[in-house]
T-cell receptor
Framework: GAVVSQHPSWVICKSGTSVKIECRSL??????MFWYRQFPKQSLMLMAT?????????EQGVEKDKFLINHASLTLSTLTVTSAHPEDSSFYIC????????????FGSGTRLTVV | LAKTTQPISMDSYEGQEVNITCSHN???????ITWYQQFPSQGPRFIIQ???TKVTNEVASLFIPADRKSSTLSLPRVSLSDTAVYYC????????????FGQGTELSVKP
């Protein structure tokens, strides 16, 4: 149990275009989901906390107008990278916590974004 | 959130026991200690979580001394497939707190 599906697993886009990444909790409900970014050989950096039915909470230094987060249901959160630039190329990972579970956040398999 | 300090890298050989120690001097009373494993180009995977003393599951053991200012993840008889980055996190995760990752320990298991 506690499976998180992330789609797509990789995407290549042109500079200036927008890309949407989906994060789904397949067998549980998640009021809260988290979005991370990871550059090569670095640790995961928390970008934002996605809350179902309300606005996301962004970490300091993360542009909320560039990284749009929507958590419209208890099983789906989306991250849209708007007007992507090469410096946005990174590995994006989501995670979710089962509301009834005391510990153990589940992570998606990640999305490799390459902006050319 | 309590800051954690781990060795940047460790080397081991197949069949050995590997112990990775994490320091968290500012751990709060309600904080839990959680370890995650991450393979390249994959999301982290939960390994083990504990509050005090010793916790053991089918994958690893977690040793936490009485003062809780450090913890040690023990991997018995590692194999090549255990080569990964291991992260130690401290926080009130049972209350939905956000996970903040430190630098992690890159474990390399050699034949």
């Amino acid at each position: 149990g506690a499976v998180v599906s992330q789609h797509p697993s990789w995407v290549i886009c042109k500079s200036g275009t927008s890309v949407k990444i989906e994060c789904r909790s397949l067998d549980f409900q998640a009021t809260t989901m988290f979005w991370y970014r990871q550059f090569p050989k670095q640790s995961l950096m928390l970008m934002a906390t996605s809350n179902e039915g309300s606005k996301a909470t962004y970490e300091q230094g993360v542009e909320k107008d560039k990284f749009l987060i929507n958590h419209a249901s208890l099983t789906l959160s989306t991250l849209t990278v708007t007007s992507a630039h090469p410096e946005d190329s990174s590995f994006y990972i989501c995670s979710a916590k089962r509301d009834s579970q005391n510990y153990g956040y589940t992570f998606g398999s990640g999305t490799r974004l390459t902006v050319v | 959130l309590a800051k954690t300090t781990q060795p940047i890298s460790m080397d081991s050989y197949e069949g050995q026991e590997v112990n990775i120690t994490c320091s968290h001097n500012n751990i709060a009373t309600n904080d839990y200690i959680t370890w995650y494993q991450q393979f390249p180009s994959q999301g982290p995977r939960f390994i083990i979580q504990g509050y005090k003393t010793k916790v053991t599951n089918e994958v690893a053991s977690l040793f936490i001394p009485a003062d809780r200012k450090s913890s040690t993840l023990s991997l018995p008889r590692v194999s090549l497939s255990d080569t990964a980055v291991y992260y130690c996190l401290v926080g009130i995760y049972n209350q939905g707190g956000k996970l903040i990752f430190g630098q992690g320990t890159e474990l390399s298991v050699k034949p």
